[in-house]
């Protein structure tokens, strides 16, 4: 393919970054319009989502560590009374 033909397409690695800069800008605002401020995403309001996500994902494994010691608990009440009815009693 020519470098000077009809159907060259353009990259960012073929544009300057000052225009590179400009059309990002252009997309920034246009999206701040769109969306409100008050909507847009902030690495403020991304790192709360992550606490709040670990927050959760801790609580989940809490519940989780509590239900397998109340079921291993209970195999080993079950264990015992087993135990207790096979040996005779005398």
């Given amino acids: 393919m020519s470098a000077n033909g009809p159907n060259q ?3 960012f690695t073929t544009i300057s970054r000052s225009v590179a800069s400009l059309a990002v800008g252009v997309v920034h605002s246009l999206e701040r319009a769109m969306a409100g401020d008050g909507r ?3 690495a403020r309001g991304n790192a ?6 670990d927050r ?3 609580a ?3 519940e989780l560590e509590r ?3 109340e079921l291993a608990a209970a195999r080993a009440a079950a264990r015992e009374r087993r135990d207790a009815r096979a040996t005779p009693s005398r």
Avoid at 48 to 53: L, M, N, P, T
């Fill in 9 to 11: 397409t353009l990259g």
């Fill in 40 to 42: 847009m995403r902030t």
């Fill in 48 to 53: 709360w989502e992550a606490v709040c996500a």
């Fill in 56 to 58: 959760a994902r801790a």
């Fill in 60 to 62: 989940q494994r809490r």
């Fill in 67 to 69: 239900l397998v010691a």
